[in-house]
């Protein structure tokens, strides 16, 4: 296992892990029956469907939807003169790979529940067969599967309410296809909104108004904080598969467009950010930097908006570029294509809002865009698979301002100097973290807190995985520890800072078909917990978004 | 013919025309074989070679690589829901198109002898057969065909000659697979070089020193002007079919970099400007403009240098945009993609250097670009698929400053006013040829001259596919024709200035086996005929490109 945590790829961990929860457990682990003859593999249409949603849900992060392969190896039924054909390994030895996992980082599927015999044996036969074409989707198609609930004439002018709105969690409620708004400042739950399946993240429109919510499935919900209740007020769909958006955030810009990262087809989309109304789409398709192969899926990756330039960084996973895309004039899109390091996953601004730091976490390493000069800064070795989220922006008494990233593959954070002079772009402190292995999936800090947060979500030790570590920002020392109470079920995962940056709020993550997930808000001073939110509707809590902290990037 | 002529495609006519002679004589009109039933269709492996040359040289100019369609329609086994299925249109329906052509522009290849009995047979079966796959060339595949024949360290640091070498000029052999290297002042050869297949253009580095050519089959061949006998001094291959090139021309960065436009596969790559090293490969696959639809074969047309700023102007063909891409920093190459107009093919300057003015030929529409403000300035009606080569820059007594093109598909000129004020952007004048049809291929002008030259060379009429008209400038009235004298035979194409601006050469174009092509040269003053160049090695003479004229730009 720390072989796994050390070498499994990260490109889609995040999902990977997010997923657990809805496996299923009646797996056996060593499949006995009849190995098919070579040539004869066959599924029925119905058999097909489920191979493909399996694949799609399970494999394709690491894979490729393409199974051309990206962290993980391809999967093609002929090979591609590196990996073995699937062919000639048979659907046994497949189904061995799946539910035993691999050295080399592949998770044991089938060991951990997370996939039945039947869905082993589908997806075994299903890498065998041809790959099936991935079907366009183009902004007619967009055009067709947007709505716009409430027009932006019928909505609010100024806050139905009285309500702190600036203080507005959003919650994602993963298996459950929601997210709850829940207020801040009386830890009351405002709303529960419909969303798209699998929110990956949420982010504040410029004027922090807004929600954008974007689903695995690629569907984009606005979500109206002016609301007395807040609802979904337009929702469209950018892809088959997407991870990131975020909104135009520059002067004169603000709340004008939104930007959709697409993993399936690999292309980012421009929309309305008021009506989500599809503008114009770009493929993202390109020779990666480190081989020069031509890469069809290139998936996008994190996505932020630059508060000083009207810019969007969109972040390619498989070629390593980062594209700085200008919106200024969207007819006549500028992009500023930077050549940088694979596979690009997720990152944030160092603390003067000028660098973009992004994981390569293929290579572990950590990729300093310089914004302002639209150009690469430096690349720096970390850790093993560099997983940041946004990272943290500290200020040590040695070190002064670093940014901090932690490693799903090993058991140390990696601060990082972004002060100009000898310590900037190097890891000046690397603080190793108690207990074996990495397993880290978030870091979290605010510029009014001494504390520096983080989870061990991904550990593969139960104590870990159920434990947050509190670390002091100015001496580095670790200064508490603590464990989600008993009562609740599953791994803590994800912090974020209330408004007033004195509070923490953290995941404790049960499982879909259990009520026993809880969101465990701590005192950011005292270092006590003072609040419990619990209940029926709070199902797999993962990500949570303080609007005010998102709309102003504050980490 | 005329319908053919107001309807043909022009996507690939130059390279189409340019191919007529080296076509075979012996086809017969009507194939009288018996049909070969419905999916019993197959080629031997020899033959589906033969087949995928056929097809790549004469029909996917219009028709796609990828047999998805163009100016043409698509060539699908089982269509595309726009056109039919070629499986239901059968071997002999579809040998019946390719011998006599259709009124809406297909060329009666077999009637024409520009394909045989055989030849028409093998690719009316080939598209009936599934599109091969569109094998990756990528940077290592480059680097693999580039070669330097003589290193920069051994090339001359001064002319090696007292020849005038900016007055010389190069002209295609175009099916020897050469260039000649002429003396604009004495009318001698200096040198005949190897090059690509069919050479499209030449461009001149910035300094002038040295011509870039660009094959047909995806072949630069940098030619040293500074050799007593001009060479080859290093050559490269940047895709399977190619069509344009162009130079780094900006003040520091003259001659640094080259960038050449691919058809197949649909990229550009950057070269070193002075090796021949291939530096960076990008994909222009993407959304039309018109119907947002995904395009993988989104082929590079013309590409021309800015002279004022850090930028190539590249004209993507399929998807209808411009890109405007700055090589200041070509690791965060900045590329502003300008939503324009389909199809894209050929165009020039305005006579301020500013405005480039494109073709959209199947729109019969000129696209204007502002460079300097990297947006699209307007969009112009004008006749029936107009081609421009780079048009010309004139002045007329009642119009000041205008920009000619002529068309494929009509007998006329299209002037269109460039100063600024109410002409600004108009088509001013409109000029019609003598005799019948359009066919007109190329116009030139020069700021010295008062007389604008004229092509028919795609003419159906052999008298006027033979005669040059030239116009009074400032009058816009024909002052002269020109024929072609009866003992060079051909068809007659294309015009340069040489560097006084007062001279022109045109080419009269013979068959391939034959020694009765010509180079003629005319007093651009007296408009006599002053000089005759042939010979031998005089083969197939298409496009001339002066040093001088073509480092400046100037038409």
New interface residues.
């Given amino acids: 296992m720390v072989k796994f945590l050390n070498l499994f790829a990260s490109a889609l961990i995040f999902s990977f892990f997010f997923s657990c929860s809805g496996g299923e457990n009646n797996a056996s682990s060593d499949a006995k029956k009849v190995n098919i003859a070579k040539g004869a593999i066959s599924l029925s249409d119905a058999e097909m469907e489920e191979a493909k949603d399996i694949y799609f849900n399970t494999c394709a992060g690491c894979h490729g939807t393409t199974r051309k392969g990206a962290t993980g190896p391809s999967l093609l039924p002929d090979g591609d003169g590196k990996w073995p054909a699937t062919k000639d390994l048979g659907t046994e030895a497949i189904k061995v790979f799946i539910n035993n996992g691999t050295p080399g980082g592949m998770p044991d599927w089938g060991k951990q529940g997370l996939l039945n015999e039947h869905q082993i044996d589908l997806v075994a036969k299903f890498v065998q067969l041809p790959v099936p074409a991935i079907p366009?989707y183009?902004?007619?198609d967009m055009k067709k599967a947007w709505k716009i609930n409430i027009p932006v004439a019928d909505r609010p002018t100024k806050p139905d309410h009285d309500r702190n709105w600036q203080n507005y969690f959003g919650v994602i409620l993963r298996d459950a296809g929601q997210v709850a708004i829940i207020d801040g400042d009386t830890k009351e739950t405002v709303s529960i909104v419909e969303t798209g399946f699998a929110v990956h993240i949420l982010r504040s429109s410029a004027t922090g108004r807004y929600f954008y919510s974007i689903g695995r499935d690629g569907k984009v919900t606005l979500i109206d904080l002016w609301m007395e209740k807040p609802t979904v007020v337009a929702e469209a769909k950018a892809s088959f598969d997407a991870r990131s958006v975020d909104v135009s955030k520059y002067k004169g810009y603000e709340d004008k467009y939104i930007i959709v990262g697409g993993y399936t087809?690999a292309h980012f989309v421009i929309f309305d950010a008021l009506t989500l109304e599809p503008l114009k789409?770009?493929?993202t398709?390109?020779?990666d930097v480190n081989?020069?192969?031509?890469l069809?899926e290139a998936r996008v990756a994190a996505i932020v908006a630059s508060h000083k330039d009207p810019l969007w960084v969109v972040n390619i996973k498989e070629t390593g570029q980062v594209w700085l895309v200008d919106y200024s004039?969207i007819?006549?899109?500028?992009?500023?294509?930077?050549?940088a390091e694979q596979f690009l996953h997720d990152g944030g601004w160092d603390h003067t809002g000028r660098y973009f730091l992004v994981a390569a976490n293929a290579k572990n390493r950590m990729v300093v865009i310089d914004v302002d000069e639209?150009?690469?800064e430096s690349i720096i070795d970390v850790g093993t698979k560099p997983h940041p989220g946004r990272g943290a922006n500290i200020k040590s008494k040695t070190y002064g301002h670093m940014w901090v990233t932690g490693h799903i593959g090993e058991g140390t954070l990696a601060c990082i100097g972004t002060d100009p002079g000898p310590n900037r772009w190097k890891v000046v402190k690397s603080i190793t973290l108690p207990g074996s292995g990495g397993g880290n999936l978030f870091v979290k800090s605010h510029p009014k807190s001494k504390h520096l947060w983080v989870d061990r979500a991904l550990s593969n030790d139960i104590k870990l995985q159920r434990s947050v570590f509190v670390y002091d920002t100015e001496t580095l020392e670790l200064v508490k520890t603590f464990e989600a109470p008993d009562k609740y079920t599953g791994r803590v995962v994800h912090m974020e800072y209330n408004k007033a940056g004195d509070e923490v709020w953290v995941s404790v993550w049960g499982k879909k078909d259990e009520t026993t997930s809880a969101l465990l808000i701590y005192d950011d001073k005292t270092l006590e917990l003072k609040h419990e939110i619990t209940g029926d509707w709070l199902v797999t809590p993962t990500g949570k978004f303080n609007a005010y902290n998102t709309m102003h990037d504050i980490y």
């Fill in positions: 366009d183009n902004l007619e087809p789409i770009v493929r398709g390109g020779y081989n020069g192969e031509y069809d004039n007819e006549s899109l500028k992009i500023t294509t930077i050549d639209q150009k690469l």
